[in-house]
């Protein structure tokens, strides 16, 4: 009894570490394709952003050169309208050309300031006094956006735009200390776990996804080596019915010979 008892506390202590074993392979092979269907939802993403970029740069290149002045001078009258709402006191829509001259985003994004606002006047969008606006000479002059369904719709287009950039500098005007400033933090910091909940839901469901996709394409490779296997079958008893009717055809005819050969 000793021994049997001993014996059994062996094999199950065998079948513990066997099924520890399998667990832990169980694991790694479950981390291995989290792994691989991360690295393949990031390669995705890549290509599709890729793709997007390539898209755009064809279509650039498309343009004549017409056609991309244009569209730079579009982007510009579209740009100046905002700075100038952004760069007025409290939202006016006026500011001077000095406080635009010596913007730092300014500066980085207008090829020639001048010809710019020229243009955008000429449009009847914007108005201000002189022909040329120098640097010193002209910083006091007063630069004012005319309200009109155009300047009005380049602008809302350009905030829709620069949303991200005109809430970070909202931000920067309240002070750190503030109750307001603690209320808006507290809020995006809600908004950034949200954010983050819904990225995390977003990567297990498509790490759910990669799994389904991966035992359909077993389940349809088995199907079809399945078919596979039917259909060779298939086609070599075939070949034996074949071979049996030969067979039956090649006795008869024998008869038939032995046959006439007695008569």
């Keep these: 009894e000793q021994k049997a008892t001993s014996m059994t506390r062996g094999e199950e202590a065998i079948e513990a570490r066997k099924r520890q074993h399998e667990m832990k392979e169980a694991r790694k092979k479950e981390r291995k394709e989290q792994a691989e269907a991360a690295r393949l939802a990031e390669e995705a993403a890549r290509l599709a952003e890729e793709a997007t970029r390539l898209t755009e740069e064809d279509r650039v290149k498309s343009l004549s050169p017409v056609q991309a002045n244009n569209e730079r001078n579009y982007l510009e009258t579209q740009q100046l309208l905002f700075d100038i709402y952004r760069l007025g006191t409290n939202g006016d829509p006026f500011c001077t050309f000095g406080e635009l001259f010596d913007d730092e985003n300014v500066q980085n ?9 020229k243009g955008t006047r000429a449009r009847g969008l914007i108005e201000f006094k002189g022909q040329m606006l120098l640097k010193g000479v002209s910083d006091s002059v007063k630069i004012t956006v005319v309200e009109c369904d155009e300047s009005s719709a380049l602008l809302k287009l350009a905030r829709s735009v620069d949303d991200d950039k005109v809430k970070q500098e909202k931000d920067q005007l309240i002070p750190k200390n503030s109750k ?26 498509a790490l759910e996804n990669a799994r389904m996709e991966r035992i359909k394409k077993v389940e349809t490779e088995h199907l079809e080596k399945e078919e596979r296997i039917k259909k060779a079958n298939a086609e070599r008893l075939e070949e034996k019915k074949l071979a049996v009717k030969a067979e039956t055809e090649r006795l008869e005819e024998e008869d038939r010979s032995k046959k006439a050969e007695a008569e």
């Design 109 to 117: 994004f207008y090829e020639a300031i001048n010809g710019t606002l």
């Design 180 to 205: 307001l400033h603690a209320k808006k933090a507290a809020v995006a910091e809600v908004e950034e776990a949200q954010r983050k909940k819904d990225d995390d839901e977003l990567a297990a469901a």
